[in-house]
């Protein structure tokens, strides 16, 4: 049997929550095979990052030579990059490859609002890698700090997403995770603005959130879906993770990948 397939290239997160972890069962969930590339080893829980190993760039790219020259995917989603040199590397693996689809989030800003990266990175990340995407899916920090704007309304994300996508000239979906009025996602194509409807579901256990979304966008997008159906559904599922309301951990615990054990056929449509 031939499956779609999802190439993740990020971090791992030894607590399960986030990064590769969280990106293999997303993918998996949705019906996908998902393989991987390591970008950084991080020692993690839910109350904090306690160390971070990074992969160094000429394995980064032997891992990428090895994915794409036996299973090649279906779709790519890229996640925690940890230095300018490994994004020049996944970068120039990509331009070899040419994958069909996509699919970066900019691990740029924490939930707490903490930069996450130096602005060597930030540039390197801009001038590499979002020419490359698809979709970059940032959080309103995030898109914050890549446009200069102040972003606490409609009107503002509408606005933040033409300014990106004029300097990028990719899709964006810009997530309203940070707001507290609506939980509406928006997609901007360039020829159309979508606005994602979201259920905002009371659960401080929402660690590795961005992952999962942005994973499950790539799982939909190597399944054929349109790129606003690929993200609604995305949506649809995160939502459904953060309903379970899965405590584990004592800090800022992670989502039910499996939505607390139903194994049903929405996850394979």
């Not at 109350?47 to 971070?52: D, H, R």
């Not at 995917?73 to 020049?88: N, Q």
């Not at 194509?189 to 979508?194: I, R």
Request: hydrophobic share 40%.
């Amino acid at each position: 049997m031939k499956k779609k397939t999802v190439l993740t290239i990020a971090g791992s997160d030894s607590s399960g929550g986030a990064g590769i972890q969280a990106d293999i069962k997303a993918i998996t969930m949705n019906g996908v095979y998902a393989s991987s590339v390591i970008t950084a080893l991080t020692a993690q829980n839910t109350t904090g990052v306690y160390g971070i190993l990074e992969t160094p760039a000429d394995f980064i790219a032997a891992q990428m030579d090895a994915v794409f020259s036996d299973i090649f995917p279906d779709a790519v989603k890229i996640g925690m990059l940890p230095s300018p040199e490994a994004m020049e590397c996944v970068a120039a693996k990509l331009r070899q490859y040419k994958p069909e689809h996509i699919v970066l989030d900019p691990v740029m800003v924490s939930t707490s609002g903490h930069r996450l990266m130096e602005p060597e990175a930030e540039e390197t990340l801009k001038a590499e890698l979002f020419p490359l995407a698809e979709l970059i899916t940032p959080n309103i920090p995030e898109a914050e700090v890549l446009t200069g704007l102040l972003i606490n309304d409609d009107s503002s994300m509408e606005h933040a997403c033409r300014e990106l996508f004029a300097r990028f000239h990719c899709a964006i979906l810009l997530k309203s995770g940070h707001r507290t009025d609506h939980a509406n996602d928006l997609l901007y194509t360039g020829d159309e603005t979508l606005w994602i409807k979201g259920e905002r579901i009371d659960n401080p256990n929402s660690h590795g959130t961005g992952c999962t979304l942005s994973s499950t966008i790539a799982a939909n997008l190597a399944k054929g879906y349109s790129l606003g159906d690929a993200v609604a559904k995305a949506k649809e599922y995160l939502t459904e993770a953060l309903r379970v309301n899965l405590d584990l951990g004592n800090g800022h615990g992670p989502v039910d990948h499996a939505l607390g054990g139903q194994h049903t056929s929405y996850f394979y449509n």
